[in-house]
């Protein structure tokens, strides 16, 4: 689950979000699953300018264990995530390295 590439499609998010301390909480749980594990690339998908940098405070407490970038376009994501991914898969496939399911 966690070693594939995601899009994470969050463009229907409403309202202002989780507080900077939530986002640190997150991280901090997103983390700990994450343990001893090498996870794919995330790729979040936003809208709005204030959840992308919402999402931005969120991809930078996971910078460490995690490659995860922010983008307001959808073919940008997928470029980036196909750059990133292992080089036998690809943001569209299910080839060994992993693939790119929208999260919801």
Same mark, same amino acid.
């Given at each position: &689950? $966690?070693?594939?590439?995601?899009?994470?499609?969050?463009?229907?998010?409403?309202? +202002? =979000?989780?507080?900077?301390?939530? /986002? !640190?909480?997150?991280?901090? #749980? @997103?983390?700990? /699953? &994450? @343990? =001893?594990?090498? +996870?794919?690339?995330?790729?979040? *998908? *936003?809208? #709005?300018?204030? #959840?992308? !940098?919402? @999402?931005? *405070? $969120?991809?930078? $407490?996971?910078?460490?264990?995690?490659?995860?970038?922010?983008?307001?376009?959808?073919?940008?994501?997928?470029? !980036? /995530? /196909?750059? #990133?991914?292992?080089?036998?898969?690809?943001?569209?496939?299910?080839?060994?390295?992993?693939?790119?399911?929208? *999260?919801?």
């Amino acid at each position: &689950m $966690f070693r594939r590439a995601e899009l994470i499609d969050a463009r229907g998010a409403t309202g +202002p =979000g989780p507080s900077v301390t939530e /986002l !640190w909480q997150l991280a901090d #749980h @997103a983390r700990r /699953l &994450m @343990a =001893g594990i090498k +996870p794919g690339p995330r790729a979040i *998908v *936003v809208e #709005h300018w204030l #959840h992308y !940098w919402t @999402a931005r *405070v $969120f991809s930078n $407490f996971l910078t460490g264990p995690l490659a995860i970038e922010v983008f307001q376009s959808e073919p940008a994501a997928r470029r !980036w /995530l /196909l750059a #990133h991914s292992p080089a036998n898969s690809s943001p569209d496939s299910d080839g060994p390295g992993g693939s790119v399911e929208p *999260v919801f």
